[in-house]
């Protein structure tokens, strides 16, 4: 029911940013928790950043700490992250996922997440 579409992604340099959107359409997405994933190629999907309905909670992977922040705009039903000192290990497939249930003890495992977007390509060189 919910449709989500990534935008933003593309190709850097090591050190560069980029600021990934997922707009959402539906009733529900507001009532949403909502997170990040990537996926590169030969590995599994691993999860990037949860948020949680209104911003106030937020949980990284170790592997971004301190790079990367996610937010969300709910009145314009729309995620975001925004990526800083990219690195080449960062190159994948991100997608936006949206978790019905938004648990305070929910967490990164893709299984939780039931809606998902079709993914934008983040590609950084050295």
């Known amino acids: 029911q919910v449709r989500l579409v990534e935008s933003g992604g593309g190709s850097v340099q090591a050190g560069g940013s980029l600021r990934l959107s997922c707009a959402a359409s539906?009733?529900?997405?507001?009532?949403?928790?909502m997170g990040w994933f990537r996926q590169a190629p030969g590995k599994d999907r691993e999860g990037v950043a949860r948020?949680?309905?209104?911003?106030?909670?937020?949980y990284y992977d170790d592997s971004v700490k301190g790079r990367f922040t996610i937010s969300r705009d709910n009145a314009k039903n729309t995620l975001f992250l925004q990526m800083n000192s990219l690195k080449p290990e960062d190159t994948a497939m991100y997608y936006c996922?949206?978790?019905?249930?938004?648990?305070?003890?929910?967490?990164?495992?893709?299984?939780?997440?039931?809606?998902w977007g079709q993914g934008t390509q983040v590609t950084v060189s050295s």
């Open positions: 996922a949206a978790d019905p249930t938004c648990r305070r003890s929910g967490t990164l495992d893709p299984g939780e997440y039931n809606y």
């Open positions: 539906g009733y529900s997405y507001s009532t949403y928790c």
């Open positions: 948020i949680s309905i209104s911003g106030a909670r937020t």
